[in-house]
């Protein structure tokens, strides 16, 4: 049965540069996760990062729900004084940061945060009061 209580536990979405949810550590987080990043994004006049943040996004879910039983934050910013700058996070609570790995061609995960290495402008990591977020810059089409 579909409940929409169980996909978002918290949303401030707004139209002026700032999005934010919070989901539930349950792997349907990782589906709603992409529409609603692509649906933000699409608000913003921002479908051409649709395909790429989503994918991203889907990535550090799917990391946070591997490795931490808690809520699941994303987060889209485009900062102020930063034209041309989608940033995207993706909060957990634990504390442990993510290890970029080199995964073998028969392997069937690994590869992550390689993507998001490779697509986004930059990326990193930082320490929370609970937790670390993840993130990375896209760039907006001029």
Known sequence: M?????????????????AEWTFPA??????????????????WGLDSLGDIAALLVSELVTNALRHSTGPIGVRLVRPAGL??????????????PPRERSARPEDESGRGLQLVASSSRRWGTRPGADGKTVWFELAVPG
């Open 26 to 43: 349950d792997p349907g987080a990782v589906r709603t996760a992409r529409r609603v990043v692509r649906g933000r994004l699409h608000g």
């Open 83 to 96: 034209e041309g700058v989608l940033l995207v996070e993706v909060s957990d609570p634990l504390p442990d």
């Open 2 to 18: 579909y409940s929409p209580a169980r996909e978002v536990i918290g949303v401030t979405d707004t139209e002026d540069g700032y």
